[in-house]
């Protein structure tokens, strides 16, 4: 407690003219910082406490406090110089000289009384002190400005829709809920016992990316549906694979899609980018609109974490299997594939243009032409003939945009939660709830 012999009614009037109401540091669960209340008493000082808003004992100095005074202020650890109205605030040793160690009040009466005292002098300050508070809120509310909320996707439904979904291997239509079709969709896409927040993550961007095709209409055209249980057409889909984390993450997503200037982004994603992301272009060879959302060149070291089977990959082809698949990319016959080179590589590394016998093609069109399984990747290290053989040898698995599965729940085990991941691979985007 403060000492007796001290006026309290005039050391508060005396914080009264402090441009500080309700100067709280919050550093974890500690505070440091004084409080006044609204007709400008000093209500209580706390240095490096371990107090909870709104749980302020009125007029109590903790261990730690140095020096309420005038001519000195609030001292604390040699913190940054805080210019008031009427004083500033410094650092200084105890009475005792023994640094910073001791609890001190320096409040002589004397000086007080004429501080307090001189009718129009005390008028004036006690206006500058309003002024500076006013100031000092509107300082605050420019540097705090509030958000506006955010603007719907065009057409978006705000509540959650039943989607038609064509069941491709048994050649039905069947309707679902979209939360229910989800579930099914991160249980088949990543492993369900994986951490909650990695299959959370991936819950966000499968949204996304089925909320962006329904809106393309692209499997509408197919088969009439907004959606299929392809891979090759739209996502896996395994709902004998839901567990209770995949249940967890979906319903602590629920709703949730990732958008850009108002618009669903394109939610690409792969197992493995081989720790560097690409660019929609360089991994996937798209080209048909701006992707700037994609956070190309993001390393986030799943090599590390990864299968033995995605850190380092070596395939075999046949000869006239590769002829067949340039054949079919370029519509011309390659001829004899006596000679492979890789002619063009990304800011990734990942080959983009690959030289077979008389033809040149994409990197990631001769992959898929060839077997995503196979070849994993276009991080391709080494490619060359071997007697009837293409060999290609290389890391990572899949196109490498967007989100990586296994950078995701490195992230994850390092406690990183879903937005934070999402966000370490696209960029400049925002994360919308559109239905609850």
């Known amino acids: 407690m403060l000492p007796s012999g001290h006026n309290y009614k005039k050391l508060g009037d005396v914080w009264a003219v402090l441009p500080r109401l309700n100067l709280i540091h919050k550093r974890g669960r500690k505070l440091t910082g004084w409080l006044i209340d609204k007709f ?12 909870v808003y709104p749980e302020f004992p009125p007029l109590v100095a903790y261990p730690g406090l140095y020096v309420p005074s005038f ?16 004083n500033y605030f410094t650092r200084g040793p105890d009475q005792e000289g023994r640094g910073n ?21 005390m008028r004036y300050i006690k206006i500058i002190a309003a002024l500076v508070v006013v100031l000092g809120i509107l300082w605050a509310c420019n540097l705090n400005p509030q958000r506006k909320p955010l603007e719907r996707v065009p057409g978006a439904p705000d509540k959650e829709p039943t989607i038609s979904l064509y069941v491709n291997e048994k050649g039905t239509r069947e309707n679902i809920k979209l939360e229910d079709y989800l579930a099914g969709v991160v249980a088949a896409e990543m492993e369900p016992t994986w951490s909650i927040n990695a299959l959370a993550a991936q819950a966000i961007v499968a949204r996304t990316f089925t909320m962006e095709n329904i809106q393309a209409g692209r499997v509408k055209k197919l088969h009439g549906t907004d959606a299929s249980t392809s891979v090759e057409e739209f996502q896996a889909y395994d709902p004998s694979r839901i ?30 980018d081989g720790g560097i992301s690409a660019s929609a272009q360089e991994g996937l060879g798209y080209n048909k609109g701006p992707t700037k959302y994609i956070k190309a060149g993001a390393r986030d070291g799943c090599l590390a974490v ?14 006239d299997r590769v002829r067949e ?35 040149t093609v994409g990197g990631s069109e001769l992959r898929l ?49 879903p937005e934070e991941i999402i966000k370490f691979y696209f960029r400049d985007v925002k994360i919308q709830k559109l239905w609850d």
């Not at 990864?306 to 000869?319: F, G, K």
């Open 243 to 272: 567990n209770d984390n995949v249940r967890k993450a979906v319903k602590m997503t629920r709703g949730k899609v990732i958008t850009y200037q108002n618009d669903y982004i394109k939610g690409w994603f792969s197992a493995c």
């Open 40 to 51: 400008g008493c000093l209500m209580a000082i706390y240095v490096n406490c371990r107090v």
């Open 369 to 417: 032409a060839l077997g995503s399984e196979q070849v994993r990747s276009t991080l391709i290290s080494r490619a060359e003939v071997q007697g009837n053989n293409l060999l290609l040898e290389g890391n990572g698995f899949g196109h490498g945009v967007g989100l990586c599965q296994w950078g995701s729940q490195k992230m994850a085990n390092e406690g990183k939660d």
């Open 101 to 121: 160690t001791r609890i001190i009040y320096n409040l002589p009466t004397k000086d007080i009384e004429k501080l307090i005292t001189g009718g129009m002098v």
């Open 306 to 319: 990864t299968s033995p089977q995605n850190r380092d990959w070596h395939a075999e082809i046949p000869l």
């Open 325 to 359: 698949a340039v054949k079919n990319i370029t519509g011309t016959d390659p001829g004899d594939v006596n000679k492979v080179k890789i002619v063009e590589r990304g800011p990734s590394g990942r080959v983009t243009k690959i030289q077979i016998g008389s033809a």
């Open 71 to 86: 001519a000195g202020g609030l001292r604390y650890e040699g913190a940054a110089r805080l210019k008031g109205v009427l």
